[in-house]
């Protein structure tokens, strides 16, 4: 029974020794990123902006009209609005 297990446990060594002589174990560690090599921008402070429109220009029934449309938003500000 002695011999069974000692061969036994011999076998496992081997195969498990074999494996890895075979396979190999290449592991590659990720490169470090320190705060030099990367690139870091900084604001300092949170700048506050307007927001924009654009105005549309067009001619109907002999009139020249105009209308606000918020670039910021995305919607018509205005209907149509005669100029004269």
Do not use: H
Not at 26 to 54: H, K, M, N, W, Y
């Amino acid at each position: 029974m002695k011999k069974n297990v000692s061969r036994w446990i011999s076998r496992c060594a081997c195969t498990g020794l074999a494996a890895l002589l075979l396979c190999g174990t290449a592991v590659q560690a990720a490169p470090v990123v320190t705060p030099s090599d990367a690139e870091l921008v900084v604001t300092s402070a949170i700048e506050p902006r307007g927001e924009e429109f654009q105005v549309y220009y067009r001619i109907y029934n002999g009139k020249k009209q105009y209308r606000v449309w918020s670039v910021t938003y995305g919607y018509w500000v205005t209907d149509w609005i005669d100029l004269e």
